[in-house]
């Protein structure tokens, strides 16, 4: 299983991105999905999580600014970012499936931020 993430970038606060996660070698509608990050010196955390029948999960932190999307069609995972902060600085990794004894991650894009 292969995941290409994608889209990341420097933006002043207040922008927008949209990033991109392709995966290859796996039924990717049988399983969820989601985009992590890790900012420099931090532990990497959940941003947002979707489920094979949509469902979604945020952190608190990205609520009403971020969403997560799927197109099972084009196999691709999307996470559209709104109203981004410094603090939203990291590098971003995709991952499918949410949980289990085998998964698998994204190489990691990173978006920068600036005040």
């Known amino acids: 299983v292969q995941l290409q993430a994608s889209g990341g970038g420097l933006v002043q606060a207040g922008g927008s991105l949209r990033l991109s996660c392709v995966v290859s070698?796996?039924?990717?509608?049988?399983?969820?999905a989601g985009w992590y990050r890790q900012a420099p010196g931090k532990m990497r955390e959940m941003v947002a999580i979707?489920?094979?029948?949509?469902?979604?999960v945020y952190a608190d932190s990205v609520k009403d600014r971020f969403t997560i999307s799927r197109d099972n069609a084009k196999n691709t995972l999307y996470l559209q970012m709104n109203n981004l902060k410094p603090e939203d600085t990291a590098v971003y990794y995709c991952?499918?499936?949410?949980?289990?004894?085998?998964?698998?991650w994204g190489q990691g894009t990173l978006v920068t931020v600036s005040s």
């Open positions: 979707i489920s094979r029948s949509n469902s979604t």
């Open positions: 070698g796996n039924s990717f509608s049988d399983y969820g």
């Open positions: 991952k499918t499936p949410v949980s289990g004894l085998s998964v698998y």
